[in-house]
């Protein structure tokens, strides 16, 4: 069966393109990526873009703004969809709300200045050019994964320009100041405020509790009475940043905007040295946590054997607290597996991982476009095909053997923790390999059309955080651990939540939705009010028992007695 697509630019060339350039599918269309463009055919013909609106568009001079370069056609010469500029090596710019993924990734505060900077200049540049944003939502932007400072402006079609309307926003950063839609550069502002607050202290700035408000309130009736973190009476919700880490200027123009109808343009940050506040471990009613090792450094990663726990730092491999190891690669670290005889490390810098041992007698460069750590194995993604590495001792010497397991869309194959999911054109299967070793592929039907943001696979266990027409959900996955038919749990949730999780020998796991913490086996749940975990903590086990690290420090969790 021919699946190809032939397109025809504006000057007449014709462009194939085929499954594998296929990147994703949503409710508008279907995008495909080849060389350094990125091709979105519409499902509704009459919603492709005005060429009108192409050329008020085009006046955006920046490079980091993906707006519509040209119309693409039929071999009617019926416009199609349209062409834009495709970047490489990207995140979601809502992972940065999440600060535990902020400090596996050694990204500041100041760095975090940086961005929010880039994000401002370059909104007021499409102001300069009477283009408002609108939609100013954390789901319509992009960073370059190597520095996170560089945020990149998707879905620019949607954009209002002189001469075309925008309607639709997302309703948490929606002024409700504004009627009618008449929408303006404030409202722009009051958007990219409410973004960029969010970025700064890790939740939103209408979140948190006040006594005579729900507690679903704070995106509609707190927001409308302008209610916000600022007021006297709103507690903070548990585990953010303090407000000092905002700089003077931004703080400053934040409780003008959030607590008052006042509107205007905000000053730059002014690139103040901004130093984060601790974050509390808190005690609740159900458990406490209590510390059990604090590290000279921050830690990147943990791995436990039986009683020994081997924990990764900046610039340190520790056993039991104690440095066995100078670690010379500083990025993207983590540790493929621990035992006795030696502890093997990966890196991932520049499209190359180091794979390394503490020993020092095993180190290896592969390149890839991105990799996993699958049950002590390593997946790799390079060239439109998957790999499995493994790296083993044999009568005292170190094996590295390589098996390609099959091939992937490259561009839309997204590598998580102990799992990868691939959308073929809207219908997203997941991968994984099976205590046999064998790659299963499975479609997840409850996820069509869905944008994976973050997941986890323990067993036959799979967590995952998606977004789907401006909503965010939380679903858990089981499988038959011989058939593979699944069955799924899932809700709607927010952007900050987490898929972190912990499966206990019986099969019980244990993680955080939301702002509860839950424990789950089968379909019995039992959820307690409190959560014990910092948004910035990372959950493991010792012994079969509940521990988590947090910033420098490793915690146990205990029930209360």
């Known amino acids: ?94 992972k940065l709300f999440n600060i535990g993924f902020r400090q596996k990734n050694n990204f500041s505060n100041n760095d975090m200045v940086d961005l929010i900077k880039n994000l401002q200049l370059t909104l007021q540049k499409c102001h300069d050019v009477n283009v408002l944003a609108v939609d100013f939502n954390q789901m319509n932007f992009l960073v370059d994964n190597a520095t996170y400072k560089v945020p990149y402006f998707i879905d620019v079609d949607s954009y209002q320009t002189k001469s075309f309307k925008a309607t639709a926003i997302m309703d948490s950063i929606r002024d409700r100041s504004i009627k009618n839609n008449e929408f303006n550069i404030y409202s722009d502002w009051y958007s990219w405020g409410i973004v960029t607050f969010w970025l700064y202290i890790g939740t939103h700035p209408y979140r948190g509790s006040h006594p005579l408000y729900a507690k679903n309130d704070w995106c509609g009736k707190r927001m409308e009475d302008f209610v916000s973190l600022f007021h006297k009476d709103v507690s903070m919700p548990a585990n953010c940043f303090d407000f000092s880490v905002i700089p003077k200027p931004h703080l400053e123009w934040y409780k003008e905007v959030f607590e008052t109808k006042n509107r205007s343009v905000p000053p730059l940050p002014e690139g103040m040295v901004i130093i984060p506040v601790k974050i509390a471990v808190p005690v609740i009613t159900n458990f406490i946590s209590e510390k059990v090792f604090e590290y000279a450094q921050q830690i990147i990663d943990v791995k436990s054997n039986h009683n020994d726990i081997f924990v990764l730092t900046q610039d340190h491999l520790c056993k039991n607290g104690i440095s066995i190891f100078y670690d010379k690669y500083k990025n993207n670290k983590k540790i493929i597996s621990a035992d006795d005889k030696d502890v093997f490390l990966v890196s991932y810098e520049n499209n190359i991982l180091h794979i390394y041992n503490f020993r020092n007698t095993f180190e290896k460069d592969i390149e890839c476009d991105d990799y996993l750590i699958e049950d002590g194995k390593i997946l790799t993604k390079h060239g439109g095909k998957l790999y499995r590495h493994q790296i083993e001792y044999i009568e005292e010497r170190i094996i590295h053997s390589v098996k390609e397991l099959c091939h992937v869309f490259e561009s839309s194959c997204k590598m998580f923790d102990n799992v990868l999911f691939q959308d073929m054109f809207g219908q997203m299967f997941i991968n994984f390999s099976d205590e046999s070793g064998n790659f299963i592929n499975k479609e997840i039907n409850e996820l069509k059309y869905h944008t994976i943001i973050e997941a986890k696979r323990i067993k036959n266990i799979c967590v995952v955080i998606s977004h789907k027409i401006n909503k965010f959900y939380r679903s858990v996955i089981a499988f038959s651990p011989h058939s593979f038919n699944y069955v799924i749990r899932q809700e709607e949730t927010d952007i900050d939540s987490t898929c972190d999780f912990v499966m206990k020998s019986n099969g019980m796991c244990i993680g955080i939705n939301g702002d509860s913490f839950e424990a789950w086996a089968g379909d019995k749940i039992n959820k307690f009010a409190s959560n014990p975990i910092p948004k910035n903590g990372f959950l493991f086990l010792i012994n079969d028992k509940l521990h988590f690290f947090s910033e420098k420090v490793i915690y146990k969790v205990e029930n209360r007695k």
Do not use: W
Request: a positive charge; aromatic letters at 10%; charged letters at 25%.
């Open 1 to 94: 069966m021919n699946n190809n697509i032939n397109i025809f630019l504006e000057n007449g060339d014709n462009i194939v393109l085929t499954q594998k350039e296929y990147l994703a599918s949503g409710g508008e269309g279907t995008v495909y990526q080849k060389g350094q463009y990125a091709y979105k055919i519409m499902h509704d013909q009459h919603r492709i873009i005005d060429k009108k609106k192409i050329e008020e568009l085009n006046k955006i001079s920046c490079k980091n703004v993906l707006n519509p370069i040209a119309h693409i056609y039929d071999s009617k010469g019926l416009p199609i969809g349209f062409l834009m500029k495709y970047i490489r090596n990207t995140e979601f710019l809502c």
